[in-house]
């Protein structure tokens, strides 16, 4: 079998990977170890960066509506979303689940192949390509493709293959977690008792989501889920409530891991998403995070296969996300020390819930967790430079528009707001960069976009956009 492009892992991330691939023009194929899709739901939040790209791309009609929650914590210290500069302020709760459904029908709409019950056993690079083993339903299949990329989790198959170093600190302390059944607890948020931390959340459908852990105790090594015994046992310790007659539907436990691959590509091998980045699911920035890293790679990759990419072009994945990682990886780890610290911890969650209070703290820390404050320029002279275009209404000759809905196709945007460009300014990029002009409640005069949403160049009225057209988007046509 040949392909343009490998994903290897069909969840949230690799199908988001694919769809953004396809959009671009790129056969790929995922494969997938699973048989079938899974209806765990390890995470259950979508930031509101998230909620913004579901949106450039059209997906939330199919999302559906979605419970908000304005309330979100640092470390287990409640703080405030609801000012966040967004559309989509708050956090919003989506089973992951619902969301790989969704990822799902998109990219395989779009024509994504995925082949479920395939592992992968191994892979070699050569001068042109990749060349990938896995054991399927009907036995050995090699796939032959351009590039591989690991979208396969903490235990990325792909990164041990490939040799990716991956260095950081195994987990020192854990959180046991359930949905369990059958039992009648109080919801508790981030709740510290004298001998540990305990989170429940009853569900509509009954069933309640339980989260403990025993202050002191050490994350010893897992070779699988733990036992409910367990579970039930750490949480009457905690609570002296007994939740062993209850009915366990899903079991795991995570902890305070941290590691982060020295990079993201190794020649024709890339990563994304958990597989390049392990860490703590506190905040629910996890999957956000490798959504996130999926949306930055596709269009540079499929720039890559289609030929048009300027040099460079690809390793700027690297230098954009493993910085953006690392930055999140060390508000993980400041979260976890405040979150599962004992009595020891108490002065400084004090003196962090003062803190608190002030509303630029609390904007500072909502836009780190929820990714809007994410921006890749080279400084700060021009302050839109490299973030997130803001979602302007707009009126184009075609009538009402926004910023949003020109980035679905997923090519760049031109947007000339004051009719002062010459015509025909990107006429040479013409099959890459749409090119639009219109009016809206902006002093901004025309900004180039990536089809990421970034803002790749913004007119100040001294510098013309064709070094900025040539740097993203490669040698102009003839």
Same mark, same amino acid.
């Given at each position: 079998?040949?392909?343009?492009?490998?994903?290897?892992? @069909?969840?949230?991330? %690799?199908?988001?990977?694919? %769809?953004?691939?396809?959009?671009?023009?790129?056969?790929?194929?995922?494969?997938?170890?699973?048989?079938?899709?899974?209806?765990?739901?390890?995470?259950?939040? +979508?930031?509101?960066?998230?909620?913004?790209?579901?949106?450039?791309?059209?997906?939330?009609?199919? +999302?559906?509506? /979605?419970?908000?929650?304005?309330?979100?914590?640092?470390?287990?210290?409640?703080?405030?979303?609801?000012?966040?500069?967004?559309?989509?302020?708050?956090?919003?709760? /989506?089973?992951?689940?619902?969301?790989?459904?969704?990822?799902?029908?998109?990219?395989?709409?779009?024509?994504?192949?995925?082949?479920?019950?395939?592992?992968?056993?191994?892979?070699?690079?050569?001068?042109?390509?990749?060349?990938?083993?896995?054991? %399927?339903?009907?036995?050995?299949?090699?796939?032959?493709?351009?590039?591989?990329?690991?979208?396969?989790?903490?235990?990325?198959?792909?990164?041990?293959?490939?040799?990716?170093?991956?260095?950081?600190?195994?987990?020192?302390?854990?959180?046991?977690?359930?949905?369990?059944?059958?039992?009648?607890?109080?919801?508790?948020?981030?709740?510290?008792?004298?001998?540990?931390?305990?989170?429940?959340?009853?569900?509509?459908?009954?069933?309640?989501? /339980?989260?403990?852990?025993?202050?002191?105790?050490?994350?010893?090594?897992?070779?699988?889920?733990?036992?409910?015994?367990?579970? @039930? @046992?750490?949480? #009457?310790?905690?609570?002296?409530?007994?939740?062993?007659?209850?009915?366990?539907?899903?079991?795991?436990?995570?902890?305070?891991?941290?590691?982060?691959?020295?990079?993201?590509?190794?020649?024709?091998?890339?990563?994304?998403?958990?597989?390049?980045?392990?860490?703590?699911?506190?905040?629910?920035?996890?999957? !956000?995070?490798?959504?996130?890293?999926?949306? !930055?790679?596709?269009?540079? +990759?499929?720039?890559?296969?289609?030929?048009?990419?300027?040099?460079?072009?690809?390793?700027?994945?690297?230098?954009?996300?493993?910085?953006?990682?690392?930055? /999140?990886?060390?508000?993980?780890?400041?979260?976890?020390?405040?979150?599962?610290?004992?009595?020891?911890?108490?002065?400084?969650?004090?003196?962090?819930?003062?803190?608190?209070?002030?509303?630029?703290?609390?904007?500072?820390?909502?836009?780190?967790?929820?990714?809007?404050?994410?921006?890749?320029?080279?400084?700060?002279?021009?302050?839109?430079?490299?973030?997130?275009?803001?979602?302007?209404?707009?009126?184009?000759?075609?009538?009402?528009?926004?910023?949003?809905?020109?980035?679905?196709?997923?090519?760049?945007?031109?947007?000339?707001?004051?009719?002062?460009?010459?015509?025909?300014?990107?006429?040479?990029?013409?099959?890459?960069?749409?090119?639009?002009?219109?009016?809206?409640?902006?002093?901004?005069?025309?900004?180039?976009?990536?089809?990421?949403?970034?803002?790749?160049?913004?007119?100040?009225?001294?510098?013309?956009?064709? #070094?900025?057209?040539?740097?993203?988007?490669?040698?102009?046509?003839?």
């Amino acid at each position: 079998m040949e392909a343009q492009v490998v994903v290897v892992g @069909a969840g949230p991330v %690799g199908l988001m990977l694919a %769809g953004e691939l396809r959009l671009g023009g790129v056969d790929v194929v995922l494969l997938e170890r699973l048989p079938a899709p899974t209806t765990e739901s390890r995470a259950s939040t +979508l930031h509101a960066r998230t909620m913004e790209i579901f949106d450039q791309r059209g997906l939330l009609d199919a +999302l559906g509506p /979605v419970p908000n929650d304005m309330r979100g914590h640092f470390g287990g210290i409640g703080l405030d979303f609801g000012g966040l500069d967004s559309r989509y302020p708050g956090l919003w709760k /989506v089973p992951q689940a619902r969301t790989e459904r969704l990822l799902g029908d998109w990219a395989t709409g779009l024509g994504a192949v995925v082949l479920r019950g395939h592992e992968l056993v191994g892979l070699r690079q050569t001068e042109s390509g990749v060349e990938v083993d896995a054991v %399927g339903p009907e036995g050995a299949v090699r796939i032959r493709a351009a590039y591989l990329v690991g979208c396969d989790g903490e235990g990325s198959t792909v990164r041990r293959l490939a040799g990716f170093p991956f260095p950081g600190a195994d987990a020192t302390r854990e959180l046991l977690r359930a949905d369990v059944a059958g039992i009648d607890v109080p919801d508790r948020r981030f709740e510290r008792h004298e001998r540990g931390l305990a989170i429940a959340h009853r569900r509509p459908d009954g069933v309640t989501r /339980v989260m403990v852990h025993e202050f002191g105790a050490d994350a010893a090594p897992r070779t699988g889920d733990p036992e409910f015994a367990e579970v @039930a @046992a750490t949480w #009457a310790r905690v609570t002296g409530e007994d939740i062993g007659a209850g009915e366990p539907i899903w079991l795991n436990a995570f902890g305070n891991a941290r590691r982060l691959a020295e990079r993201y590509r190794l020649g024709r091998v890339l990563l994304a998403g958990d597989a390049a980045h392990a860490q703590m699911p506190v905040g629910g920035q996890a999957l !956000n995070l490798g959504l996130q890293d999926a949306v !930055n790679l596709g269009w540079k +990759l499929a720039a890559r296969m289609r030929g048009w990419a300027p040099p460079g072009l690809l390793d700027t994945y690297h230098d954009e996300r493993h910085a953006v990682g690392s930055r /999140v990886l060390g508000n993980i780890e400041a979260q976890a020390t405040l979150l599962l610290g004992g009595p020891e911890v108490e002065p400084l969650r004090g003196v962090m819930a003062e803190l608190f209070g002030h509303d630029e703290v609390v904007g500072r820390l909502a836009g780190m967790v929820s990714g809007l404050d994410v921006r890749y320029a080279d400084d700060g002279a021009v302050p839109l430079l490299g973030s997130r275009v803001p979602h302007w209404e707009l009126t184009t000759e075609d009538g009402p528009s926004s910023t949003t809905e020109l980035l679905r196709t997923g090519h760049g945007v031109l947007l000339d707001l004051t009719a002062g460009l010459p015509p025909g300014t990107a006429a040479a990029w013409a099959d890459r960069v749409r090119t639009v002009s219109a009016e809206g409640d902006t002093d901004v005069r025309a900004v180039l976009l990536r089809p990421d949403g970034h803002v790749a160049w913004v007119d100040d009225g001294t510098a013309d956009p064709h #070094a900025a057209l040539q740097r993203w988007f490669g040698a102009p046509n003839p």
